[in-house]
């Protein structure tokens, strides 16, 4: 059975702290990762890491990959309060299948 | 395009009552999953299709829940009879390509069963 585990369940951050958040995952035919923010409602997409691209970034947000731990972490420099969000990883298998982990709710305070 | 489409947006019903759940898919997407989220266990893969035909449905909960894609642009998700510990949200996404791309999201249905 497909696993992923993402850590920490939640924590508490003021603006302008780092954030780090961690993914491992155990699939059969492993083809991409991907990182989703979900706010009030349905979860947005953030990254895709694949073999061929193990580290993305986006402004104040970076990911990634390393195959070898099979893990991922995502980085957020200089939170904002906007940043509060639940972060999602999910893991992509042969025939398109779509894994989540539980999420790490992030709270950035003023 | 008006993205993943899901209806109702909520649903609130008693205990035994049927329930169905209907999506939109992005057109063009070959894959479409159906998703529940309650605050205990997050985010769970009920069922996937590719290309309309149903390819892993192992975390469907039990018999009542059942899911059909008679075509590439709609997908339904029944629950019969429908029981309190149903109540969640369920997501509908679709995403394109043999490979794995991103999933876009639909904007849920809140289901309460009472």
């Known amino acids: 059975e497909d696993k992923v585990v993402q850590s920490p369940l939640s924590l508490v951050v003021h603006e302008g702290d780092t954030v780090t958040l961690n993914c491992s995952y155990e699939?059969?035919?492993?083809?991409?990762l991907l990182w989703y923010k979900q706010e009030k409602k349905a979860p947005t997409f953030l990254f895709m890491l694949?073999?061929?691209?193990i580290e993305k970034k986006s402004g104040r947000l970076s990911s990634i990959l390393d195959k070898k731990e099979l893990s991922s972490i995502l980085n957020i420099t200089a939170t904002q309060t906007g940043d509060s969000a639940i972060y999602l990883c999910?893991?992509?298998?042969?025939?398109?299948?779509?894994?989540f982990g539980g999420g790490t709710r992030v709270l950035v305070k003023p | 395009d008006a993205g993943v489409i899901q209806s109702p947006r909520h649903e609130v019903t008693e205990m035994g009552q049927e329930v169905t759940l209907r999506c939109k898919p992005i057109?063009?997407?070959?894959?479409l999953f159906w998703y529940r989220q309650t605050m205990m266990r997050g985010l769970e893969l009920l069922i996937y299709?590719?290309?309309?035909?149903?390819?892993?449905d192992s975390g469907m909960p039990e018999d009542r829940f059942s899911a059909k894609m008679p075509n590439a642009s709609f997908s339904t998700l029944k629950i019969q009879p429908s029981e309190p510990r149903d109540s969640a949200v369920y997501f509908c996404?679709?995403?394109?390509?043999?490979?794995?791309?991103?999933?876009?999201f639909g904007q849920g249905t809140r289901l309460t069963v009472v």
């Open positions: 996404a679709s995403s394109y390509g043999a490979l794995n791309t991103e999933a876009f």
């Open positions: 699939v059969t035919n492993f083809r991409s």
């Open positions: 694949t073999s061929s691209g």
């Open positions: 999910a893991v992509g298998a042969a025939g398109n299948k779509l894994t």
């Open positions: 057109s063009g997407h070959n894959s």
């Open positions: 299709f590719n290309n309309n035909v149903p390819i892993d």
